[in-house]
């Protein structure tokens, strides 16, 4: 059975990311998900156990300091040379900005079929690709290989442990591949919520949250049901709450299992980012707002009455 290539999105510190999980998942439709950790040394050891408890039979390590201190350029040229040589039936990646990068370059360099932001792969190769935002379902299929990046919350992982056997891969990095030095990392202050496009639950508050202060209850529905924070730009471009949680079209993308939306009158460059979520629950006073037209539950009514209410509720259970 052929390889399929699936890319680890992840760090030593921080662990494989969900959505390569669910890369692995899909990969298996295609054939013998193999997964491939371009790092620093170390990095594989540390994102070994889930990659072979979610289905990889072989790990290629490509690990060195040049690939984690420049930008993309080392790792699309590394995976090159591998699929090179192990022809593979696939290459997958995360749909981040790097994923989406490193894709773009690799196709490039084996004249491949680039396939973005797939929600699903069938066992023939057909995807299906969430485009313009999530406003529209394409069905597509590579000529030749496929060089394909999955969206978060496409599917859920399931396990199926395999061998995870190690294969140490030629890391050495060509001088024109180190165009863009990294110079320093800071990361992203992380409390105990789970990261905005991989959760499963997100509340989001838009305007009608009111203040800053106030967001405190929209953080605190979040914590019940171990869900993320999101906020419309409304609710950003007002101090309520920092860009980085910004769910819409020049924000984040967001497709999890249950959205809240709260305070949030629906506007169509909000949908762009969360329409894709399996269900939609609104609050929102004005029993006209749009988001209701999307929501698959809607409650009219003042949020600070609302979500007091929801949060005890939650809290006798
Ligand atoms: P509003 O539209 O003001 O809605 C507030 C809602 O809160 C109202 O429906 C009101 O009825 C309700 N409300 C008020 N008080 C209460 C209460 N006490 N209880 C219950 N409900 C209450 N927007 C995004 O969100 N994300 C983006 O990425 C984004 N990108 C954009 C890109 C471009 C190029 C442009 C032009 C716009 C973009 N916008 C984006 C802005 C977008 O058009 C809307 O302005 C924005 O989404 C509105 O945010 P909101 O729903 O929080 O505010």
């Known amino acids: 059975m052929a390889e399929v290539l699936v890319v680890a999105d992840g760090t030593a510190s921080g662990g494989v990311k969900k959505v390569t999980l669910e890369a692995l998942t899909l990969a298996r439709r295609l054939g013998e998900p193999a997964a491939v950790v371009l790092g620093a040394p170390g990095t594989a050891d540390a994102l070994a156990g889930p990659l072979a408890e979610y289905g990889a039979v072989k790990i290629y390590a490509a690990e060195s300091d040049e690939i984690a201190g420049h930008l993309v350029a080392p790792k699309a040229e590394v995976l090159a040379r591998l699929a090179g040589e192990v022809s593979p039936a696939a290459v997958l990646l995360a749909s981040g ?18 396939l973005t932001d797939v929600s699903d792969i069938a066992a023939d190769g057909t995807v299906t690709q969430v485009v313009f935002a999530g406003s529209t379902i394409v069905t597509a299929k590579a000529n030749g290989l496929p060089v394909i990046t999955v969206r978060s919350n496409s599917v859920t992982p399931e396990p199926a442990p395999a061998a995870g056997e190690r294969v140490s891969v030629d890391a050495t990095v060509s001088d024109a591949a180190k165009g863009a030095r990294v110079l320093e990392r800071v990361a992203e202050q992380k409390g105990s919520r789970p990261e905005l496009t991989e959760a499963g639950v997100v509340v989001s508050g838009g305007r009608g949250v009111a203040s800053a202060e106030n967001f405190a209850l929209i953080e605190e529905l979040a914590d019940l049901l171990g869900g993320a924070v999101g ?13 980085q949680f910004q769910v819409g079209q020049t924000g984040k993308t967001v497709s999890p299992q249950l959205y809240l939306a709260i305070g949030i009158s629906g506007a169509i460059q909000h949908r762009a980012g969360m329409q894709t979520s399996k269900t939609i629950v609104a609050i929102n006073k004005d029993d006209e707002a749009p988001i209701f037209e999307l929501a698959d539950y809607g409650i009219v009514g003042d949020l600070f009455k609302v979500v007091p209410q929801a949060v005890e509720e939650i809290r006798k259970r």
């Open 231 to 243: 906020a419309s730009r409304a609710a950003v471009d007002s101090g309520f709450y920092p860009h």
């Open 97 to 114: 900005q790097e994923g989406k990068e490193i894709a773009g370059r690799l196709a490039v360099k084996l004249d491949a079929g680039l």
